[in-house]
């Protein structure tokens, strides 16, 4: 079972150098870590000098009564759910969706947190990255990770789960989203929200050759410049306009794409 000392040593090998580092994880994937999130935090803070990660809240979600079309929501149907939305508040924990390492991460003393009432995102030494996300544009800390040469990091996930494969959609001028949050001032609209990632791992094959591997016990752990994850994004939605969308027929937001293409 590794420990963090393991642990900083497996991601020494990636050798990251002191560029910043957008993070992905499961602790699941692991098998057994001693000192569980703790340690793999404590570990990449020790390898990564500036570290970011998404801590989204899902909760604060609303739906209005109506909005724009082929948006991928239905709106009546939506309603029934905004009894159970909660106001953004900085302080509230990561979706569990996110896992417990963003999580904790986000608790940590010095980290910080951007302020998108969805998809903020926690880090430390990270000013400059976090202060890149606004309403309007919620991709900002991609944007500036990969200005800075930086890294997406996946620890024992796949690219379903590499954000920064939606700054690519974003910029090969894919279909974005509107969605609401609940915040102290009210409901307020969120423009440039992203598609479904269920289709991301077909960009896996264009990334391979870009990817540094460790293996921490279970976890395969990958780094790849986030600056090739827009790249080959933005190919291969050239090459194919509907590159990286999910095969489900009743996939809400993957249809939405199509529909706008046609
Ligand atoms: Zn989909």
């Known amino acids: 079972m590794p420990d963090y000392n393991d642990l900083i040593l497996i991601l020494q090998e990636l050798d990251l ?3 910043p580092v957008v993070a992905h994880a499961s602790l699941r994937a692991f098998g057994q870590v001693s ?5 793999v935090v404590t570990a990449l803070l020790y390898v990564a000098r500036v570290l970011v990660m998404p801590v989204h809240t899902y909760k604060t979600m609303v739906t209005p009564a109506s909005g724009p079309a082929n948006n991928a929501v239905n709106y009546a ?8 939305a909660e106001p953004f508040d900085p302080n509230m924990p990561a979706d569990v969706m996110m896992g417990v390492i963003p999580e904790n991460l986000r608790q940590r003393p010095q980290s910080r947190r951007s302020t998108h009432p969805i998809l903020s995102f926690a880090g430390v030494n990270a000013d400059k990255i976090l ?4 309403l309007e544009n919620p991709l900002g800390p991609l944007m500036e990770v990969a200005n800075a040469d930086g890294w997406a990091l996946l ?10 494969i939606h700054l690519g959609e974003k910029l090969a001028k894919r279909k974005q ?3 609401w949050a609940l915040t102290e001032a009210g409901t307020v609209a969120c423009p440039g929200f992203p598609g479904c990632s269920a289709g991301f791992e077909a960009l896996e094959p264009a990334l391979r050759p870009h990817t540094r591997s460790a293996q921490a016990g279970e976890a395969l752990i990958r780094a790849v410049p986030v600056r090739q994850v827009v790249v080959k994004t933005i190919e291969a939605i050239k090459q194919n306009p509907l590159a990286l969308l999910c095969e489900r027929t009743d996939c809400e937001r993957c249809s939405a794409v199509r529909e706008g293409l046609r």
């Open 177 to 179: 989203f509107t969605r």
């Open 17 to 19: 150098g002191d560029k």
């Open 131 to 134: 202060a890149a996300q606004t």
């Open 77 to 84: 149907r939506a309603q029934q759910w905004n009894r159970l």
């Open 35 to 39: 000192g569980g999130a703790d340690a």
């Open 155 to 164: 620890l024992g996930v796949d690219h379903t789960a590499n954000t920064a």
